[in-house]
Every structure is written in structure tokens, then in C-alpha cells.
């Protein structure tokens, strides 16, 4: 089982904001980096640590997070954020392991 | 730009060795950065098998630890996966990817294009 838990699947209306979150103990200790994935295809660095993008990717994506709990929003979702996002950080043991969240697949309608 | 490329046998018997090689080109595999192995079985999600550091220091899932060893070759630019005992539930896409670790800090800022290997007779 996952350390860290995401909703399985959310969806949103082209053009509006979503927001994927991401639960766990240990992201009172570490920042969650964020990554989508498309069928087929290697995962793909979208946002790490406090709410950074690497080049290329959208402003449209943003990254927060609050306590036990790190959010991925997309503001302005567009037809090709339909994807698999995953959240991945440490472990909560103190082992410093790294851990991906279950992953959530984002409908775009 | 650092590209990483995985090459590896497809296909593995029941209770075999699986066996991956990670070549890294456009940097250096002893730059302060770790090395991990990421694997994805069909229609799941992400599975974090371990990570190496070119000094050879190791981190493993302890759910794979007892059968997975990850070392590298420093000459050739490369990291490399073994994971025995296979079973069908280790068919998977494998992943190799470059970690950038520091404090509260981790992300995999490079991946491999991923290599499906098949535990099948």
C-alpha cells in the first residue's frame, strides 16, 4: 500500500481550474513533486518543491501544500492535461525511501 | 541534455534474474545526483524499486529489497538492476531516472523511455 493516498480519478470542464491532492504524513517533512503520465509514455516532471516548473511546462500549473497534504492545480485545463498525475515524495520512516502516491487519472470533459 | 536509455532482455523466466543496464549520456553519473530504478506493472500506477549514488551507496524498497541490487559503473556512465526470483507480478514497464535529493527536496528531473520486461516460460 501507498504512503501517499490521491483520489483515484477527478474530472473537469475544458477552460475551468481542478485540483489533485496528495495525503501523507510525510509531506509535513518533504515537498511532493508532481508528474504526468500519458498512455504510452515515461512520466513527466511537472512541479517540485515549494511550486517550481521546469522549463517547458505550462504556467498553468501550480503546486501548494498545507500540513499533511499537497495539491497540483491546473488553472485553465486544457484538452491535453488528460493524463495520469502522480505525486511522489519520501517515506514517513525516517528512511528517506521514496514513495509514489496511487496516482489520479484527470478527465477532461 | 541527459538522456538515459534502458536495455535489458524482455523476457524472463519464472523464479530467473531480471537484469536492466541504465546508460546515461549528456552528464555524468558522478554528479551529486542519485539514480533510481521506477517500475509501472500494465494498467498501474508507479512503483519506486530503489536508487544508487555513484559513491555506491544504496536506498531499496523494503518491500523488493531482499531481491533487487542496484550498482554502478562509473567507467561506462551506467547503473544497472537485478532482481531475482521473478515472479508474474514483477511484469512490468522499468524506468530509470535521474533524482536530484537534497534536504526536503527530491524530484526525478529525467527518465528513460521504460522497458517492458515479461516474467513468462
Known amino acids: 500500500s501507498s504512503e501517499l493516498t490521491q483520489d483515484p480519478a477527478v474530472s473537469v470542464a475544458l477552460g475551468q481550474t481542478v485540483r489533485i491532492t496528495c495525503q501523507g504524513d510525510?509531506?509535513?517533512?518533504?515537498?511532493a513533486s508532481w508528474y504526468q503520465q500519458k498512455p504510452g509514455q515515461a512520466p513527466v516532471l511537472v512541479i517540485y518543491?515549494?511550486?517550481n516548473r521546469p522549463s517547458g511546462i505550462p504556467d498553468r500549473f501550480s503546486g501548494s501544500s498545507s500540513g499533511n497534504t499537497a495539491s497540483l492545480t491546473i488553472t485553465g485545463a486544457q484538452a491535453e492535461d488528460e493524463a495520469d498525475y502522480y505525486c511522489?515524495?519520501?517515506?514517513?520512516?525516517?528512511?528517506?525511501?521514496?514513495?509514489f502516491g496511487g496516482g489520479t487519472k484527470l478527465t477532461v470533459l | 541534455q541527459v538522456q538515459l536509455q534502458e536495455s535489458g532482455p524482455g523476457l524472463v523466466k519464472p523464479s530467473g534474474t531480471l537484469s536492466l543496464t541504465c546508460a546515461v549520456s549528456?552528464?555524468?553519473?558522478?554528479?551529486?545526483?542519485?539514480w533510481s530504478w521506477v517500475r509501472q506493472p500494465p494498467g498501474k500506477g508507479l512503483e519506486w524499486i530503489g536508487e544508487?549514488?555513484?559513491?555506491?551507496?544504496?536506498n531499496y524498497n523494503p518491500s523488493l529489497k531482499s531481491r533487487v541490487t542496484i550498482s554502478v559503473d562509473k567507467s561506462k556512465n551506467q547503473f544497472s538492476l537485478k532482481l531475482s526470483s521473478v515472479t508474474a507480478a514483477d511484469t512490468a514497464v522499468y524506468y530509470c531516472?535521474?533524482?536530484?535529493?537534497?534536504?526536503?527536496?527530491?524530484?526525478?528531473?529525467?527518465w528513460g523511455q521504460g522497458t517492458l520486461v515479461t516474467v513468462s516460460s
Open positions: 531516472a535521474r533524482v536530484l535529493l537534497s534536504g526536503s527536496y527530491s524530484h526525478f528531473d529525467y
Open positions: 549528456g552528464g555524468s553519473i558522478s554528479s551529486s545526483n542519485w
Open positions: 544508487i549514488y555513484h559513491s555506491g551507496s544504496t
Open positions: 510525510s509531506l509535513r517533512s518533504y515537498y
Open positions: 518543491g515549494k511550486n
Open positions: 511522489n515524495s519520501r517515506d514517513s520512516s525516517g528512511n528517506h525511501l521514496g514513495v
